[in-house]
């Protein structure tokens, strides 16, 4: 696994690898209702699909806000979705609007941005080269991972159907950055009626070496739970990320604790591109209980 949390899009690998853990045949009916087990697995197999198809989908780009929180500094941003890569402005520290100061320096980099498209160019080409990752690991899923349905509860939009799952002890990692797939077990929430994964939360049983082996490694305890739903036009994206891993890189060990809020989705013209979207930011009110907070 790379040193960094590489965001891609929606995601980040860490995050695709644990909810889309499988790729079914093409072309299998659907299945009637529940629990058996055979068709339970089927169910978990097209949610999980579903996933893996709509992380790769450009056609349906959003604006949102990003709440995040750390032990350290709590920020928010307005971000746009575009064909050129996603383009992010700064809104607030700490849920208060930037002072003038920040908010002049803010004005400047997206001014910068925009006179200069190789700004641009090089965070797209870094989004697609993140991708390859996320799909090199996506093509091992099938086999890494074992489900288990484990009975049904209620969601916040319905009924919905709740696996564990766990490594798949005849899954070899080919590489270090499938490595930690070796180490994850969890739970699976899908919404039955649209074959949706709403919730997903994975923990480390056992320390895991990436990147290099000895110098780095994820240490045995860490956590990730995801929840997405439904945010209009039957297009689902992430509403909450919450991340806690001990990394240890070298001889130094990173706490990563971060929880991430995503709001206020709204749908923006397909193919647009960056410029567009830095004009679309510069209207955003830059009051943090705007769109969602």
Not at 52 to 75: G, I, N
Not at 123 to 133: N, S, Y
Not at 238 to 247: E, H, Y
């Amino acid at each position: 696994m790379p040193a960094k949390l590489i965001y891609v899009r929606r995601s980040s690998p860490l995050l695709m690898l644990l909810w889309a853990a499988a790729i079914p045949a093409q072309g299998q009916p659907a299945s009637p209702a529940l629990p058996a087990p055979q068709q339970a697995q089927a169910l978990v197999e097209r949610a999980l699909a579903t996933e893996l198809r709509t992380a790769q989908d450009a056609e349906h780009p959003m604006r949102y806000r990003l709440h995040k929180v750390t032990p350290r500094l709590t920020s928010s941003k307005e971000i746009v979705e575009t064909k050129d890569g996603d383009v992010a402005r700064l809104l607030a520290y700490f849920d208060k609007p930037l002072s003038p100061d920040d908010e002049q320096k803010e004005q400047a980099r997206l001014d910068a941005l925009a006179a200069d498209p190789s700004l641009q160019k090089h965070r797209k080409q870094g989004e697609q080269g993140d991708m390859g990752i996320v799909l090199k690991l996506l093509r091992m899923l099938p086999s890494a991972f074992l489900y288990t349905y484990a009975g049904s509860g209620a969601g916040i939009a319905g009924p919905v159907e709740k696996f564990t799952f766990k490594p798949n002890p005849g899954f070899s990692p080919p590489d270090f950055e499938t490595q930690a797939l070796t180490a994850l077990t969890g739970e699976l929430w899908v919404d039955a009626a649209q074959e949706r994964v709403t919730r997903l939360e994975g923990h480390l049983q056992q320390d895991t070496d990436y990147g290099w082996g000895i110098l780095g490694k994820l240490n045995k305890g860490g956590s990730v739970v995801i929840e997405q739903g439904d945010v209009g036009g039957h297009q689902w994206r992430i509403a909450r990320v919450q991340m806690q891993m001990n990394l240890r890189i070298l001889f130094k060990t990173k706490n990563i604790d971060t929880t991430e809020e995503m709001t206020g989705y709204e749908p923006v013209p397909s193919g647009i591109d960056y410029r567009q979207a830095i004009r679309m930011l510069r209207a955003t009110p830059t009051s943090p209980t705007q769109s969602g907070r």
